[in-house]
């Protein structure tokens, strides 16, 4: 039998970090288990991305991550393997919570933009399904 917890687009909240505001500059906090809603055990970011270029294009069997938009902005792209959104990440106290088994696609990266990465785990290619029909099928599996 398989346990796997099955997520819809749905279940993928924008959530609003902290912001300190102050007259010599912001300060946005991200806590683990408090603002984002894992622990956190990896960050990454995406930087220097050419125009036109996309990022992403797979989805994650166990992996929660929680994308920032730093500086500048980019869409997210989400599919549960049903129903695809689009979320433009426009603001360095706005993230996106991705849940186990969305298949995402980043892009319309502007000029400059920084994607952060936090991330519920260590890196692990196994935990990549990097094949659309293969994540299509994998969403389809337990389906009652
Ligand atoms: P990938 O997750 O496919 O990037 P994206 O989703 O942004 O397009 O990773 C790109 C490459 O970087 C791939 O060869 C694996 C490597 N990588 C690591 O070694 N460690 C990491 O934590 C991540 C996220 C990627």
């Given amino acids: ?15 609003s970090l902290p912001k300190h505001t102050r007259p010599n500059g912001n300060l946005t906090v991200a806590e683990g288990n408090i603002s984002v809603p894992f622990d956190i055990r990896r960050v990454y970011y995406l930087y220097d991305i050419p125009a036109g270029e996309e990022r992403g294009g797979h989805a994650h069997k166990q992996l929660q991550q929680f994308f920032i938009a730093v500086s500048g902005s980019f869409d997210v792209i989400i599919d549960d393997g049903d129903n695809r959104r689009t979320i433009t990440l426009n603001r360095p106290f706005t993230g996106l919570h991705i849940r186990p088994g969305i298949w995402r696609e980043l892009n319309n990266f ?3 933009a920084v994607c952060l990465v936090l ?4 890196y692990d290619e196994d935990d990549y ?11 389809k599996e337990d389906k009652q």
């Fill in 1 to 15: 039998m398989n346990n796997k917890k099955r997520y819809s687009i749905d279940d993928c909240n924008v959530v």
């Fill in 110 to 112: 502007s000029s400059g």
């Fill in 119 to 122: 991330a519920s785990e260590h």
């Fill in 129 to 139: 399904i990097r094949i659309y029909d293969e994540f299509i099928a994998y969403s």
